[in-house]
């Protein structure tokens, strides 16, 4: 199993509008979240180790991810309210954001919540987004990363969101105390931009994340591909011409596909990640760009399953 650490949350989508009422749509969300419900449908074991609320969007979101198989043994389940992160356009169409999320049941997550133990099925573990840097989350977070990491695999993805942990200083001292458990990091040059500044040199960036003990860093590129590190090298992949719908979900599916491809390969386990070869992490990385390709050309974070992606990869 690989057990995805991080928040569950609902995005409300509300419209401009006459009078009293605001119309709006409310949509399951979160990268982890997405990632769970991601390496699910591609085939493989996962389970949800996140705040879950027993409010009517807790609910909506527990019963999303038991009906795409993840696992819910680790979830932490409160009376505390569901994150809301809201979206609101006037009427000419320019967004306002507001984040609903202080004391709510992903950031209330504490080290005490966590399982004590893990069976020795969970293979590997993933953080990422701002529940790496709010707190008590993220003390939590990193505290279960410190004591798993001598025995499994730890993979993050920074997903670094400016509007809910603006201090990117603050951030980088949590990342940079995550990154000495990490394994594997997956990133995009957007994440690196908004953390390091624009302008700053992406391949000095993975490195120095090698250097600081990750095996495998991959930097996505949008439509232009993405970038694997290794202590070996560098192996490039090209982006796939896509008609792009929706981009929402892009980065959340090629790090679940990145895991359920090394898992289906074998090399999810830390002697294997430092061996990969060239060939295998091409490989790895033409299906999680292919998977993210299959999300962009339809609306929302409506991630691929395994058949979808293996066809798609078989047509070229």
Known sequence: ?????GEALVDLFLDPAEGASL???AVAGGSPFNVAIGLSRLGASSGFCGGLSQDVFGQHLTGLLRAEG????????????????VVATDRHGVPAYAFHG??????EVTFADLPPVLPDAVRALTFGSYTLAVEPVGEAY????RREAGRRVIS?????????TPDMALWRTRFAAFLSFADIVKASDEDIALAYGHGADVDSIARGWLSAGASLVVVTR??????GYTRDGRVDVPGRAVTVIDTVGAGDTFHAALLARLDGLGRLDKAALAALSPDTLADVMRHAATAAAITCSRRGADLPRAGEVAQALAAG
């Open 102 to 107: 202080e004391g709510k049941a992903d950031r």
């Open 142 to 145: 990193l505290a279960f990363a």
């Open 1 to 5: 199993m690989i057990l995805v650490c």
């Open 222 to 227: 949008g439509g232009a591909g993405a970038s």
């Open 23 to 25: 119309p709006g749509r």
């Open 156 to 164: 993050l993805d920074p997903n670094v969101r400016p509007t809910v």
């Open 70 to 85: 993840v696992n819910l043994d680790h979830a932490v389940v409160s009376g505390r309210l569901t994150t809301l992160s």
